[in-house]
């Protein structure tokens, strides 16, 4: 059974950082393309980043270039996200998506002070 489980959300101020986890089992996570999406309230669905299955390929959303990483450790089935200089309008529950579409279940992120 493919699962996706995120990690690592939480409160944090404007211009403060965190780093996302999702941890990945039940699939050859070497072998999938990731993605991290974002859902605001009240809002749509919105993509954020992706990494190719090597890690060698990365792309972002305008909102968020400069600002966040994605990365993935492949020997540890674990994709990541690290945040920085978090603004007010990233507050969103995150989620990992693999290339097949499976979900995870996300983890919510706020930044406000």
């Known amino acids: 059974e493919v699962q996706l489980v995120e990690s690592g959300g939480g409160l944090v101020q404007p211009g403060g950082s965190l780093r996302l986890s999702c941890a990945a089992f039940g699939f050859t996570f070497s072998s999938y393309a990731m993605t991290w999406v974002r859902q605001a309230p009240g809002k749509g669905l919105e993509w954020v980043s992706d990494i190719s299955s090597d890690g060698v390929y990365t792309g972002s959303a305008d909102s968020v270039k400069g600002r966040f990483t994605i990365s993935r450790d492949n020997a540890k089935n674990s994709l990541y996200l690290q945040m920085n200089s978090l603004k007010p309008e990233d507050t969103a529950k995150y989620y990992c998506?693999?290339?097949?579409?499976?979900w995870g279940q996300g983890t919510q992120v706020t930044v406000s002070s």
């Open positions: 998506v693999n290339a097949e579409g499976s």
